[in-house]
Each structure stands twice: as structure tokens, then as C-alpha cells.
């Protein structure tokens, strides 16, 4: 036999995903369920083949490219549809996807479903013969068992094919029970013609619904009907297929058994009408059913503040929070405590929630560097970040901590209003125009509010059949929305002449009143009205809506309802009445008096009244203590009647190590008057694990706290865990060391570290000594100091080697080029000592060196080079030195000197850090020597910046290590 070609393969699934899926049986008469993963294949445009012909298994390419060209129709069809204009078709979404799948029965076939040539079967037997056979029903219908014979079961359900396998096989084989299972279904070419977006020829499974081969050609077009759809053999409607009562209430049978040679035609819609409005599926299909609040001034002005504390986070980089109390702190002092939030700070989860989040950014800045530093792609601010992120200074840093402060409170005080604050944000007319919100459009759906605002109402088209009512469309649309007024509806028709016509229809005549087509059938809604209501709000027991009796009164409604707390205020309430006509009164009574039944106060009650309750604490001003220094929870904490000094500082948690034990300080505030400080004895206020001093009521050792006191823990000068020294280079055993006594010199912890090695160069050693071992708070208070300063002995190193070297230029944009730090080191705030290594080697105790907490000594390997470095034809160069090189031999093998050089200002900074500047051209050039030569004083500088310019070399320390 020779297997007709083809061009494709394509797979459908039988799969129908409705909306109410559970009511409808798509696959074989009785068990369509177990059928449901059975495929469609689609091979369009192709030449059938012989169903006998088994199809060669897909190779993983073969299967890409099949499921590429599933992809390509797909979004052809998906375009086809997007060209339509108009408003959306009812039941359209049950072909808004093509879904492919194999012809395979994993999930089993019916007893009942027919056999057919094509359909492939595995046969498998048990008892005195064991044996499994796969087979395929052929051309001739039969099917072929090797040992055993043939048996023709084309046209017989699977049950009676099995029972004939059976008989026959129990002639050959005694006591043997045959099993037969369809394995892979048989294909049929069908046609979908008519109103489709790709009608052709398809091969498709054979239990195949009739949806899923029209969903195959996607369905059908703008213009083509659901509702009669017809199946077309030997020239003759054998079957047709209404798609609304399967979509709309999962009716309808979709089980139509295919042959080879049908056509499934798609007429034309002829009787098309428009739902508008309030209807169900209406509504449902815009997919803004969520209630809507009115966006104002206040939403807008909380977006506002919170894109701004996101800018200045990301302005922050990983560390965005490090100095958050610090600036608090420094606000706090020039704001005034009344100005801080205590709710912030006193809610310790929040604070933790912070850290979290800071954490969270720190890796995420991290992967976002990896990832932008492996692609080496520019990404905007995130690549700024990733590949290059500016630190911002100390000084900068100050600056936008104490805005984000400011920034955090405002957004907390605009967000959590006071329990009774009644203020409105006003909204323009023009704001609420521009938002396309209005007041009386809060808390309706998002369907509604555009309809009020835009006037236009949602709407989509249906397909009625002739004879057809209102009252079928009604069933189709999913009936009235919850906001359609229930009266009737509107019917607009064009009559004779072309004259638009607008009836009622009563829902009562619904089932009267036939559709034709062209018609628009709108329901309307109705203003929401709250009858026989009032709303209770505020510090009640249980706010919300309560019934209203005729004859309600305030007092009585409170009482039954049981509303009153403790601490409810009871000298005030109020009721807001919104009258007929939406115009709202305003009404205050005295609550007591109202629950003792004095008229005057006892309001009486009427629909949609709103009583709102206030709390006592809500004409308190907050009360707040405060504990500031080293200990492990600083901050604001509520403050408590009876509250004693050790209280508080039991809530602060621990002392950290740094902080003084022996004395703090209690500052008492004054109602205009400088505060009162009071020392306070640490050693009886702190709790230890085996006592607290809870019954320690002596006033003048442990003070009644007042609201807004703040006790203020010190911390000791320059405190370290351990004192140590750093050994960088050419030791024996380099690493940290620590100081074991007051006065350990460089030569011990030399010989602590086994000594020099043999590469070492001793007289180019560096020793470094920190500025100051301050705390954080401090150096950035000096760095912040630093930056704001002209001072020259403060100055950026940075800065200095620049003005050194300010003759090479960017060729293209003439930018001055920077040029790299001596020794290939950055500046920081530290200081280089001139030590004599080889000469405290050598046991001279004069220039031996006491060592202080983080010093730092490198000790570079030999080397044969010098440095030149500024005005010269190669201002950064380093050479080769020759025994007996002085500076004028180095500036000669450097290319001279420009024409901008400082001649008369040439310095020689020797390898131990030592500079000569008198007469220098004559001294000789030993390795690791450097020598600078900066450029002339321009007339356009400051003398601050002269002296920059003219002594860089006192400088360039800052930048050696």
C-alpha cells in the first residue's frame, strides 16, 4: 500500500473550557468523561492519507516546528479578531484559544464508542496464553492477531469487537481472558466552511466535538452565526448546533459522531440585536465589577510622598537606613520632640520590618550589580547602580536621611488621621473630571462609574433567532444586574423611513415582545437609596448599619445595641442627616444626657442618619518618653502613669558594650522653661538576670517619670572590643595583631611576625594611622565637615593629583583625564607616619614607634622602579632606576617638562615617605622614590586653591599605603 502524502500535523485538545463547565458531555454517548484528554489533529490545506497508515512518531525538531506553526495561526487568527470593531459577541470566548493535543485515549474509551479503519487497539491477553499484541484496524475493517486470524470489527462498539476477540482467541487459547483498548485514535478529514477566520480542510480525532473543530478554524467570524451552525454529508444537513444554550447554561450536545467527507458550515448572523447596561453578563464581561473610591487630593499627595521616600532610598543605595535614627535624632533637636510619631517608634515590629527590608535591598542591589556586571549593558539608573553606583558622602548622606525623616512623618500623619478627624480633602471639579470620579460615584463598581462619567454604558451582541423575546435574551445575558432598575427595559428600533423608535418593556411582557434584528435592548440603573437605616460609626462596640423603627431615638438605639464602651466620650456625639434632596445637616448632643432619655439630647432618629462616637483619648495629646545612646531598642516609647526611671530603661532592653555603666542623665521638661537634668546612678537602675529593681521607690535614685522625658545613655571614649594593628606585605606571617599592653612598639610586633622576608623592601615601608577612631555618628559629622571646608590640609587627595596632571585631554570633548593614585591607592581619612623601618630593625629605640588601635603597616616588595608623576611629556610613568639616577635623569627619560609645570616646585617623595623640596634636581632616585612635579599657580584660583596647587606634596600622604 502506498501511503498518500501530506503536508502537516498538527493537534488539537477536545478540552472545552465553559463557564459553567460540569453540565455538558463532550465526548462518546454515555462516558464522555473518560475520553476528555482524546485530541484533534489539524492538518490544513493537507491531502488525506490512508487512515490504515500509521503515523510516524515526532521527532523533539519536528515537534518545535509543529508547535512554532500552531503559534503562527494562532496569532493570525488573534490579529483577524483584534481588526473587528464593535461590541463583543456573546459565547466568542469559547473560541478564544487553539489548544493542541495528540490523538492518545491515556484517560480511556467508552464501551460504546464504534470502532472504525484507523482506530489503533492493543489486545492483551491472561490465563493458560500470556500476550500483548498492538494492532489497527485496516482497510478492510479487520483486525489482525498473529496466530490467532483476523476478525473484522470496523462498525461494532469497542464492547462487542472485545467480545468477538474474545471468542476468537478462545478457540486457539483455554481458559485465556482478552482485554481490547483503544490506544490511538482514528483520524477523519473534515471541511469548516463558511463564516470562519480559516476555513479549510482539517484531520481531527474522531470523537472530535463539534467545537473543537470549529475552534480549530477560530470560530466563528464577526459576521457568522452561533446558533446555526450545520453539518453537512452527501450534499444534506444531517446535524445543526446552537453554541448559546451550551454557553449559557451548558446545554446542548456537542457529541455528533464525524465521518470522512463532512463539512461544518458557518452561515451568516442574520438577526443580531445589542445588549446595553445593567445586565449580568453584561457587566460581568467589562471585568471591572470591584467598588470604586473616589480618588482625591489626599490619595494623590500619599502617592506623591511615597514616590519620593522610593527616590531617596534608591539615592541611599544598599545601606539606605544606617543613619535613620541618628538623623531622627538631629530632627528631633531642631524640630522639637512634640514633632515625633511615637506610634513609629514604639511599634518594634515595624522596626524590625524595616531592617528586613533594608536587607532585602542590599541583595537585591547586589544581584542587580552581578547581573548588569556579566552583561555589560547599560540599564539606566539600575545600571548606574550595578556598574558604578556613587556612594553619597557623608555630608550628602545627613542630608538625605534627616529628608527622608522628614518625608516618613508626613506621610504617617496624612495617612492614620486621629480617631474623629472629619476633614475632607477637597477635590476640584476639574480634579474629579480629570480622574473621571465624581463623590457620588464612591464605592459604586468600576463598570458603573465609567458609565456615570463617560455616558457610555457597556454593552454586547446577541444573536436571536426569529420568534425569539426579550425574555430569551434576558436568559442569555444572565438576567439584571444588581444595579439595573427592575421595572422594565428600553427597546430601541429603527422603524419604517429610518426612525429610531424607544419603547418600555415591562419584564412582566418580557415573553411578548419579539427582538428583531437591529434592535438595542437597554436596562438602566437606579440611584442607590438606603431606606429604613442608620450607619453608627466612631469608637462604638460594633459599627455599621442598624434598622430604624419609627420612633428611634438616639439614646434608645445605643442602648439596644449596646454600643457604649468604658472609655467612649460621653459629652459628645454627633449625626450627620443627609435630607431628600442630598443636602446633609449637622447635629451635636450629649451622649450621657441622650442615654438618660433627656429630650433635648435624645435625638429622634430618620433613614440614613450617621451617628459617629468619639474616645476619650482623642482630646489627649499623645504622651511620650524617650531614651536615647548604646543600648540595643533606643527610642520613643507611650508613656505610663507611675512609670519610674529603671521602668523605662528595662524597655530599652540591654546596655551595649560601649556604653557607660556608672551614669546617665534624665532630662525633665518644663513648660517654658530650659528642662531639668538630673544625673542618674546606673548601678541601682539596671535590671541584671537575677534582680530588677521593681520596688526601688526612692525619688531621688529613681524619679517619677513625666510625658516627654528623656533619659540620654552615654558611651565610653573610643571604645574597641580589641586594640590591633594591621601587617600588610613582605612579613613572615602578615595579618591582624592585637596589642597586649599600653605601649607595644613597631619593632615587637615586627617580631611577633616572624620578621621581614627576604623580598622586602624596608625603607619603602608605609605606615598608616587613622585620622580618628571615632564612631560613625562622628566621622560623618568630620566628613561632612571636610567636605564643606576650603581648608588645604583637608582637602580631597583626589583633587591634588588631579591639578598634578591637567594636560591630558579627551580628544573628542576635551574633558581633563584623571589620572590614577600613586601606588594604585585611593584616599580615605588616614595618615602616613615616616617611620625609619631599618633603623628600628636595627635597634635604634629613638625612632621606634608606639603603636596605636588600627594602625596599619605595609611592606612593599623589592622593586628597580620610581615614578614620575605631573607636568612632564609622561606625566604617570614609572622607569627603571639606574644606580646613580638623580631627578634631572628622571625627568629627562620622563619627556621634559610642559610648558604649565611648576619648575621652581619640583618635590622628590622618597619610598619611606619623606619629601625633599629645596634643590631637588640633583638628588639622587633610589626605588620606590616618586617624583612630582605640579603645575603653575593659575590666576583664576582662590589662595585656598593656590596653596592646593603649590603644596600638593603634604597632601599626597593621604593617598600612600
Known sequence: MIRPRFTGIFFTALALVAQEPGATDFQSLRQAASAAQAGGA??????????????????????????TEQD?????????KAREKGPKRFAEDLFATRQASSTGTEGGIADDYVLGIGDQVQLSAFGSANFEVPGTVDGRGELVIPKVGSIKVAGMSLAKARASVQAKVGQQFSRTTVDLAVVKLREVRVFVLGEVYRPGGYLVPSLSSLVNVLSLAGGPTASGSYRQIRVMRGGKAVHQVDLYPLRAEGLGNMNFGLQSGDTIFVPLAFNQVTLEGAFTRVVAATGDLQPRKVKTRLDKEIANLKEQIAAEEFRLGPKGSVNRMHA??????????DEFDPAKEQDQEKIKASMVRDRELEQEQEALKASAASASLPMGPVAATATGFQEPTLAERALIEERLVQLRKRLERISVQARGDQRTPKVTEQEALADNVSMENNGLPGWLVRWNSDGKAPSMQFEMLPGETVEQALRFAGGLALQAFDDSLVLRRVGKGGVLDATDVPLAGAGRTELRRGDVLSALTSRELREKLVTVS????VPGSFSRTEGLRVGELLRRESQ??????????????????????YLAFDLAKALAGDPEHNVLLQDRDQIELYRISDLRLPQTVQVLGPVSRPGTFPFHEGMRASDLLFQTGVLLNQADRLVAELAHTREGKPSEVRKLDLTKLLSSETSSPVQLADEAINPLLRPQDQINVYAKPDYRPHRSVTLRGQVVRPGVYVLDSN????REILNRAGGLTSEAMPQGSIFLRPLTTTTNVD????EAQRSNTKAPALGSVNNILDRLNETKRQPTTGNLLKTPILHGLGTGSLDRLVVNV?????????????????????VPRRTETAYVIGETASPFMAYHVASGFKVRDMLKVAGGLTRNADDSNIRLLKADGRILDRSVLGEYVEPGDAVLVPQRVRRDTTWQENIQAITPLALILNAIK
Open 538 to 541: 466612631g469608637w462604638a462596640r
Open 779 to 782: 566621622s560623618f559629622s568630620l
Open 42 to 67: 489539524l492538518a490544513a490545506d493537507a491531502t488525506p492519507r490512508a487512515a490504515s497508515a500509521p503515523r510516524s512518531p515526532q521527532t523533539p525538531e519536528a515537534a518545535r516546528q509543529a508547535q
Open 838 to 858: 631599618p633603623a628600628i630593625l636595627a635597634g635604634d629605640t629613638r625612632l621606634d614607634v608606639d603603636l596605636q588601635d588600627g594602625d596599619e603597616i605595609i
Open 743 to 746: 605601649r607595644t612598639s613597631l
Open 328 to 337: 531622627e535624632a538631629l530632627l528631633g533637636e531642631r524640630e522639637g520632640l
Open 72 to 80: 503562527r495561526i494562532q496569532a493570525e487568527i488573534k490579529a483577524a
Open 564 to 585: 457604649v464602651l468604658p472609655d467612649t466620650y460621653l459629652h459628645r456625639g454627633e449625626i450627620v442627616r443627609t435630607l431628600a434632596d442630598e443636602r446633609t445637616t
